[in-house]
């Protein structure tokens, strides 16, 4: 699997490591239903899903990768923001 | 443990049980202390363990690296009863056994969909048609969010993939399995001679029931670290599994919101050597509508009233552990 950092180009995925699913900000004020649902349950996709991943070894940006979960192909990678 | 006992009597069937040991090993005073309490927490449960020091393990394994520069083996903590069985073995013998019984087993037949109405499950769609019930139990292992999703629940999982690889066959040499926790790697021999040998699951979530080379050279660095003999030998083949990662590392055997609705899943990496004991529980469930008291914890909702089981130790993040 190979990732295309905005910065550093096309890099081996074993340079990045995995957070999980981009499930956007923490809420906040949602109350113990919001909070156990952001931290604990997940969408699981079967097919395109977003995920954070950190480019530890390289540029060590936050970046959002979209990938295909059924055959590891990457559909996208932008720099994540909040 | 008991249930695998009787499992081929049970069955008629020669699942190939094999209880030659399971040994974890330990490098440090720390991790000597942690596998003593958890040996005296599996005794006063009633399950063996006996906590060896270096002798006992030359004794038992005379062929690891024991003077490892960063993983000295100090000892570890035996299971006498376990081992291993052959995995193919033991779903013929429970198909056949099922189907002895009066199970209709319908192979080639995919469910598209749940019939629920008023929060009541009804049946299951399928690539066959319509199968009217008014249980249903989700047991799919690999796919439990995509099932999940065909009730609406969102499920607190993250499927993985689990590699293991198999050398060419050689003379009888690893009795039972041992596991090197510290280097993520665990070895057996199957009964063919072949070594079965894995680790590390690949941490990002994938369907795609192939893995990546990063983790199956991390395997092959533990497997040279304990025992360097294994250099010699050629892998023949090598796979990955689909395997459903809680969040907590423990599975889950519980009704779900919708009525009449089961689900057994969540097994991580270590379903199949509960093989016998998740079915019984689960059928328990089914059956009589209350869990089995083995399996009061194992609740779906525990994650939102915070009763997580802390077996694993590693936090609440599936990509932990």
Redesign the interface.
């Known amino acids: 699997m190979r990732i295309s950092c905005p910065y550093c180009g096309e890099r081996d995925a074993e340079e990045f490591s995995i957070q999980g699913e981009a499930a956007g900000p923490r809420p906040e004020g949602g109350g113990i239903e919001a909070f156990h649902a952001y931290v604990h349950l997940r969408a699981n996709e079967y097919g395109p899903t977003k995920e954070y991943w950190y480019h530890a070894n390289g540029c060590r940006r936050w970046l959002v990768v979209s990938r295909d979960t059924r055959d590891h192909s990457i559909l996208g990678v932008e720099l994540a923001r909040r | 443990m008991k249930l695998w006992e009787g499992l081929e009597q049970d069955l008629n069937y020669n699942t190939m049980v094999s209880q030659r040991g399971v040994v974890n090993l330990y490098h440090s005073d720390a991790q000597r202390d942690a596998y003593a309490r958890r040996g005296n927490m599996m005794r006063i449960h009633g399950i063996d363990a006996e906590l060896l020091d270096e002798a006992g393990i030359r004794k038992h394994a005379p062929f690891l690296d024991f003077d490892n520069a960063r993983f000295p083996i100090r000892g570890g903590l035996l299971q006498k009863r376990g081992g291993t069985a052959r995995h193919d073995a033991v779903v013929w013998g429970y198909a056949r056994a099922a189907d002895t019984r009066g199970v209709d087993i319908i192979q080639n037949c995919e469910v598209t969909g749940l019939i629920i109405e008023g929060g009541v499950i009804k049946g299951v769609e399928t690539t066959r048609g319509t199968i009217r019930a008014k249980k249903v139990g989700l047991a799919v292992a690999g796919?439990s969010?995509?099932l999940g999703e065909m009730a609406g629940l969102?499920?607190?999982?993250?499927?993985c993939i689990l590699q293991a690889m198999v050398t060419e066959g050689i003379k009888p040499l690893i009795p039972g399995v041992i596991t090197f926790g510290a280097g993520h790697f665990y070895i057996s021999q199957s009964d063919k001679g072949g070594l079965v040998f894995g680790g590390d699951i690949d941490?990002?979530?994938?369907?795609?029931q192939r893995g990546?080379l990063?983790v199956i050279e991390d395997v092959c660095e533990g497997a040279m670290a304990v025992m360097p003999m294994l250099g010699r030998l050629r892998v023949l083949r090598q796979w990955a599994g689909n395997v459903d990662m809680t969040?907590d590392g423990s599975p889950i055997i519980d009704k779900t919101p919708v009525e009449g609705l089961y689900f057994n899943g969540g097994w991580c990496y270590g379903g199949f050597k509960a093989t016998p004991a998740s079915g019984f529980t689960f059928a328990h469930l089914i059956a009589r509508d209350a869990p089995h008291k083995g399996a009061v914890a194992l609740r779906l909702d525990r994650?939102?009233t915070g009763h997580v089981v802390d077996e694993n130790g590693q936090g609440?993040?599936?990509?932990l552990h």
């Open positions: 796919n969010s995509r969102r499920l607190p999982i993250e499927t941490a990002y979530k994938s369907y795609a990546n990063p969040m994650f939102a609440a993040q599936a990509n």
